[in-house]
């Protein structure tokens, strides 16, 4: 009896709590909140299963196309120029937008005009497209990464969840963005700390979008995500790290002038080739474009097959045998995956360069290893070029050096990755402008002059 008369006034007093209209108000205002909440957490988790399956799509499409490969050596040269005019053709004629690496077009996408006929560039169509296609691109030979892709896809799904959002919690549609944007990033990598740098340091300089604890939330989800279906090891595993103070002091200086210099002339090749590249064959692109891509796939395939498959795919596989030590690979490695990476993208192909980056450095650290004495212990030089080139590359030095440390288990060498990042990035400025920031600008201004002449 007692029990019903307690249950009695514990339900009377919750009715009059709702019928209470100032009480009313503040538990709707409260659920706004929760649903809101659970529409990014739920988002953040979405981008993570869509990067877990991506890169286990891209794996799988790597490791098949190397055993067909390794069984019939002619194979690259019938795969890979159809495969990228294919892949280029389908690009165009349904997912305009998915091209390219994705982190420009989601900036481009953050600071774009507010103009009638904007091409977007960040919906669920261009999810469909970055995830099958890249796959389709790397399963093809071409020499390009998933990472910056995840970054248009988190951002992607993200900008749709944004219309869910109730409106009253004022959570803007840039805040959504970079939290898709880095999440992907965190899961892509499994590096959550290199995510809340990248959203830092590339896709947001807003003081209010940097302190987001939703923003830090969305990116911590996704890669646990990540962990939960990757394993909580390190990208590379936990590579052992061998090297003197003296060593490091001289690698450091030596690998940040040498990736400076090269990861700087990389990243303008890239922003000519994307921005105001003249000449014949920029015609032909023009003109042709799916012509044009075949004929990039059969320089994959001919480079590849001089030298004996060293410019197909990430250079995942690559890497991490020189970061174990358990491979010896040739010279030209680092400059082969240089050109590769650089056809590859002028393809007009779906994918991005940071997984190719990190190849690239490592194979400039394995070379420059006998010029500096350590060819027996190369792995301290091996993760700073990774950094320096990355940093060059991109010019973002914080997120760079996080992604290394974390890719490599890689604490005991903070110090040289933080100074060679720093030191290649400023090297880099004296040949080229920021990558992916201007990358966006031209995007954006292609666009707007699109869509006013539209």
């Known amino acids: 009896m007692a029990d019903q008369k307690t249950l009695r006034a514990r339900l009377t007093a919750a009715w009059l709590r709702l019928k209470n209209p100032i009480l009313r ?5 409260y659920l706004k909140v929760w649903l809101g909440r659970l529409v990014l957490w739920g988002g953040a988790v979405g981008v993570g299963l869509l ?43 349904w997912f305009a937008g998915a091209e390219g ?18 091409r977007p560039l960040l919906t669920l169509r261009i999810i469909v497209g970055k995830v099958f296609i890249g796959v389709a691109a790397v399963g093809s ?31 803007p549609r840039t805040h959504m963005l970079v939290a898709g944007g880095a999440a992907g990033i965190a899961a892509a990598f499994n590096t959550p700390l290199a995510g809340i740098a990248f959203a830092i340091e590339e896709l ?18 996704a890669g646990i995500v990540s962990q939960t279906f990757l394993g909580k090891s ?38 000519i080739g994307s921005t105001s590249w003249r000449g014949p064959l920029a015609d032909l692109r023009a003109r042709r474009p799916v012509l044009f891509a ?62 190719p980056s990190l190849a690239i450095g490592a194979g400039i650290g394995h070379d420059l290893a006998p010029l500096l004495g350590q060819q027996d212990a190369q792995g301290l030089l091996l ?11 991109t010019q973002a030095p914080i997120t760079s050096f996080i992604i290394v440390m974390e890719m490599v288990d890689g604490y005991s060498v903070i110090i040289g990755l933080m100074a060679v990042s720093l030191l290649s990035a400023g090297v880099s400025r004296f040949f080229s402008q920021p990558l992916y920031h201007t990358v966006a600008r031209h995007m954006i201004a292609r666009n707007s002059a699109g869509s006013a002449g539209g």
Not at 101 to 118: D, F, H, K, L, V
Not at 384 to 390: I, N, Q, T
């Open 204 to 221: 947001t300089r807003s003081v209010e979008a940097r302190m987001s604890g939703l923003i830090i939330t969305a990116i911590v989800l």
């Open 101 to 118: 690496s994705g982190i420009p077009q989601t900036i481009a996408e953050m600071s774009r005009p507010e103009t009638a006929g904007w």
């Open 141 to 171: 030979g071409f020499s390009l990464g998933r990472e910056g892709p995840t970054v248009q896809v988190g951002a992607s799904l993200m900008n749709v969840l944004h219309r869910w959002l109730p409106g009253a919690l004022h959570i």
């Open 25 to 29: 108000r503040r538990h709707y205002a």
């Open 234 to 271: 390190s990208y590379f595993g936990q590579i052992v790290i061998a090297g003197s103070d003296r060593d490091m002091a001289l690698a450091v200086a030596v690998t940040a002038l040498v990736c400076g210099v090269a990861g700087g002339l990389f990243s303008r090749m890239l922003i």
């Open 51 to 93: 990067a877990v399956g991506f890169a286990q799509l891209s794996d799988h499409a790597v490791h098949l196309f190397r055993d067909t490969t390794a069984s019939h050596p002619w194979w690259p040269f019938l795969l890979t120029p159809l495969g990228g005019a294919l892949c280029v053709w389908i690009t165009r004629r």
């Open 383 to 393: 993760v700073l070029c990774m950094a320096g080139f990355l940093a060059a590359v």
């Open 294 to 355: 075949a004929g990039c796939g059969l320089l994959v395939a001919a480079l590849g097959f001089v030298s004996g498959g060293l410019s197909f795919g990430s250079g995942y596989a690559e890497t991490r045998a020189l970061l174990e030590g358990n491979t010896e690979l040739a010279w030209y490695y680092g400059p082969v995956k240089f050109i590769a990476t650089l056809i590859a993208y002028l393809s007009g192909l779906p994918g991005g360069i940071f997984a």
